[in-house]
């Protein structure tokens, strides 16, 4: 296909242009002088419909000197007409009928050689058609390939504009990953501050633990010394003991909500952190209920001493008269603690609640 359309572009050249590349084809395939000039002729007339001269020769070739183009012209011309013409050579045959049967060969030979003709000129016509027609499709691929190259150039410029785009996309990665980095270490901060608080917490919850053990001890003893020293006031120590027992059943409760939140604690560790600020602050006030507490069991302690004293002294007359005023002065303190007591106790399990 790639032939075909060269071939009609080549007939599509004006006759001079082809002329000239057909002439340098037979000077590399002929190298003599009077071969070219024959096939030079032949070509002119034949091929091209141009009647050869000496100076039209001369001028395609310039080869030899003015004599051999006019020389081999003279032959070609002889060569024509023998081949124009046409000879019957028959032994039966008269000389008349010889001359009239060549003169009909002839005459169809050149009736050949006309039709011949026509049917080039029709098929130079057809040609020069066909050159047109490259032409324009020489046009129209100039065109595509116009458009293919504004196209070419609009992906180009898309390809420069993804690439840049892939690089800011790549940036931003960049960026991303190092703040995803930085938000990681900040996450193994919080985790290593969330486990030193609860390391805190837990310190802060033995330690009240402790004191509540201590506080319950103390509670006892100074029972017992109350029910030993304080027979008239067994109402009143009956319903702190109900008092007290109500408090071991909160204490016991609280230890179990403490230890059913101390299940959720772990689920919720993550809210400690903005609950700190208020377990420290709850941490203060249970520190300060705990001095006031260990402060009334210090009062309570030197109560009962005094308690002690004044039974052992026999020798003041007033003892029966101040036997039950003791009770008394003791209640308030016997009072207090059963009042300070839930409150210190129960502390932990509000807190646990909020929390």
Same mark, same amino acid.
């Given at each position: 296909?790639s032939d075909a359309f060269s071939d009609a572009l080549s007939d599509a050249l004006p006759d001079e242009t082809r002329l000239a590349a057909e002439i340098d084809r037979l000077k590399?395939?002929? !190298?003599?002088?009077? =071969?070219?000039?024959? =096939? ?16 039209? &020769? ?7 000197s003015m004599g051999t183009p006019t020389a081999v012209l003279g032959e070609f011309w002889t060569e024509l007409r023998e081949k124009s013409r046409v000879r019957i050579e028959h ?5 008349? &009928? ?5 003169? &009909? ?8 050689? $006309? ?12 040609? *020069? ?14 065109? =595509? ?29 960049? /960026? ?58 067994? &109402? /009143?120590?009956?319903? /702190?003991?109900? $008092? ?5 059943? *909160?204490?016991d409760d609280a230890v179990k909500r403490a230890d059913h939140r101390e299940a959720e604690h772990r689920r919720v560790v993550e809210a400690l952190q903005a609950q700190l600020g ?63 007591? !839930? ?13």
């Open positions: 296909m590399a395939g002929f !190298p003599k002088t009077r =071969e070219l000039y024959r =096939e030079v002729c032949a070509l002119l007339f034949f091929r091209f419909g141009i009647t050869p001269t000496a100076n039209r &020769l001369y001028q395609l070739v310039r080869r030899g032994p039966d045959l008269p000389a008349e &009928l010889r001359d009239v049967a060549g003169e &009909l060969v002839a005459t169809l030979w050149t009736r050949a050689t $006309a039709s011949a003709g026509s049917a080039l000129d029709a098929l130079r016509v057809e040609v *020069e058609a066909q050159g047109v027609e490259a032409q324009q499709a020489v046009v129209a691929a100039r065109d =595509e390939l116009g458009r293919v190259e504004t196209a070419l150039e609009q992906r180009t410029a898309a390809l420069l504009a993804a690439q840049v785009e892939v690089r800011e996309l790549d940036k931003a990665q960049a /960026e991303g990953h190092a703040a995803r980095q930085a938000l990681e270490a900040d996450v193994v901060r919080l985790k290593r501050e969330m486990t030193a608080r609860d390391r805190e917490l837990e310190k802060v919850r033995e330690g009240f633990s402790r004191d509540l053990g201590t506080l319950r001890e103390s509670a006892e003893r100074a029972e017992q010394r109350l029910r030993a020293s304080e027979k008239r006031a067994l &109402l /009143e120590i009956d319903r /702190e003991r109900g $008092a007290a027992a109500k408090l071991q059943k *909160e204490r208020d377990a420290r602050h709850q941490a203060g006030v249970l520190q300060g209920r705990l001095d006031a507490v260990q402060a009334t069991n210090a009062a309570l302690q030197a109560q009962l001493a005094a308690s002690r004293e004044a039974e052992a002294s026999p020798a003041r007359p007033a003892r029966a008269k101040a036997a039950p005023a003791r009770p008394t002065a003791t209640r308030p303190a016997v009072n207090r603690l059963s009042r300070t007591a !839930p409150a210190a106790g129960s502390k932990p399990a509000v807190r646990r609640k909020r929390g």
